[in-house]
């Protein structure tokens, strides 16, 4: 769908979903696209996700949330659960390592949040020293916490998924309660969590 709205290597795709497998689906699909995506959080105040549209310019945008998201006009709404016809192969891939992945924006606490675009080349050097350093492999239980919003997604997510593994991604309300965190983590045999120094403290 999205190679039919015309989305080609470096334009980008705003993500607008919520804790789900649609957005690792939204993600995958964007990647093999060609294109680059753009996560946007859906609780964001409406102000920000409104600047972060305008200013990434997205060729479309893929909805999934249960929060309500208003969408500038003109920007094509792509509905992950109108799309369930199975595709026995993968798209012919267009993307090279000089292109974009992904286009993430700062926190914005100094002022405007500012745009910060990857390239593929950087994003795989991480995903692979990442999985040389701490032997990673397909037995890894990812525990997926930081929203997709953040840099450290890629280190939850990424090396897993690259290496055969699981991603178990946590309910957003149990990540600031430890003891229930706690829980999760024995309870779907998590192997791997990357946290902050005062989470895992």
Aim: some cysteine; proline content about 6%; glycine content about 6%.
């Amino acid at each position: 769908k999205l190679r039919e709205l015309g989305v080609k290597a470096n334009e980008f795709v705003g993500i607008i979903t919520d804790r789900s497998i649609e957005m690792a689906i939204s993600i995958i699909a964007v990647l093999k696209s060609g294109g680059a995506y753009v996560p946007i959080d859906p609780k964001y105040p409406e102000e920000r996700i409104r600047f972060m549209l305008e200013d990434s310019k997205p060729k479309a945008v893929i909805k999934y949330t249960q929060n309500e998201v208003e969408i500038p006009e003109g920007i094509e709404i792509v509905e992950p659960e109108k799309y369930t016809e199975v595709v026995e192969k993968n798209p012919e891939k267009i993307k090279t390592q000089d292109d974009l992945i992904y286009l993430i924006y700062t926190s914005g606490t100094t002022g405007k949040p500012k745009a910060v675009a990857l390239e593929e080349r950087g994003v795989i050097a991480d995903i692979f020293n990442f999985k040389r350093t701490f032997g990673i492999d397909e037995n890894v239980v990812s525990l997926q916490q930081a929203s997709y919003s953040f840099d450290m997604f890629v280190e939850e997510f990424y090396p897993a998924i690259c290496s055969g593994g699981r991603v178990v991604t946590a309910p957003a309300e149990i990540v600031p309660d430890v003891e229930k965190l706690h829980e999760y983590i024995n309870r779907n045999e998590v192997t791997l969590v990357h946290c902050s120094p005062l989470l895992m403290n």
